[in-house]
T-cell receptor, first 115, second 111 residues
Framework: NAGVTQTPKFQVLKTGQSMTLQCAQD?????MSWYRQDPGMGLRLIHY???????DQGEVPNGYNVSRSTTEDFPLRLLSAAPSQTSVYFC??????????????FGQGTRLTVV | SQQGEEDPQALSIQEGENATMNCSYK?????LQWYRQNSGRGLVHLIL?????REKHSGRLRVTLDTSKKSSSLLITASRAADTASYFC???????????FGTGTRLKVLA
């Protein structure tokens, strides 16, 4: 079991460039989400998905797109990178959280710098 | 806006002492979870407490939940240098599927 795999681990982009952060999980989890972590801000939810074909916005969705064509993959797209998107990005997955709550498994993060 | 607010923001203690951190929240919840993050790494789940539970133990961890005060505390007993990390509470608010994390407590355990 690989768990949650994020690629790349590090990335430097120029302002205006686009890119996709990859996230894959092999635990057959329905729920997947993307967070960004900035110093002193904790984790902020960008987008989440409760199953293939279903996505929704989190707290800070502007400038990011997601899609969920399979249960395993949940890529995050930066449409036109801005310096304000410099951050560490984490992908997480869990079984259907709904009313009960189950533990979330996190990837190791992608450290993105936009210059 | 963040649902969970941890305090203190930072805590420094000697090895062997107990560490207590608190999480306050604003809306009703079905459960609350605590996670640990070692520097630069992904978060790791520690413990989950349901809204109908008041206290839960796991090894050196003790979690309490007071739904009337909308607060939870995490106690780490007999701390070790390896406990140095950031600790976050996480709340899946009732009626939504959004897992929201607090701002975290940075714990430093001095050997």
């Amino acid at each position: 079991n690989a768990g949650v795999t994020q690629t790349p681990k590090f990335q430097v982009l120029k302002t205006g460039q686009s890119m996709t952060l990859q996230c894959a999980q092999d635990m057959n989890h329905e729920y997947m989400s993307w967070y960004r972590q900035d110093p002193g801000m904790g984790l902020r939810l960008i987008h989440y998905s409760v199953g293939a074909g279903i996505t929704d916005q989190g707290e800070v969705p502007n400038g990011y797109n997601v899609s969920r064509s399979t249960t395993e993959d949940f890529p995050l797209r930066l449409l036109s990178a801005a310096p304000s998107q410099t951050s560490v990005y984490f992908c997480a997955s869990s079984y259907w959280p709904a009313r009960v709550g189950t533990e979330a498994f996190f990837g190791q993060g992608t450290r993105l710098t936009v210059v | 806006s963040q649902q969970g607010e941890e305090d203190p923001q930072a805590l420094s203690i000697q090895e062997g002492e107990n560490a207590t951190m608190n999480c306050s929240y604003k809306t009703s919840i079905n459960n609350l979870q605590w996670y640990r993050q070692n520097s630069g790494r992904g978060l790791v789940h520690l413990i989950l407490i349901r809204s109908n539970e008041r206290e839960k133990h796991s090894g050196r961890l003790r979690v309490t939940l007071d739904t009337s005060k909308k607060s939870s505390s995490l106690l780490i007993t007999a701390s070790r240098a390896a406990d140095t990390a950031s600790y976050f509470c996480a709340l899946p608010p009732s009626g939504t599927y959004k897992y929201i994390f607090g701002t975290g407590t940075r714990l430093k355990v001095l050997a």
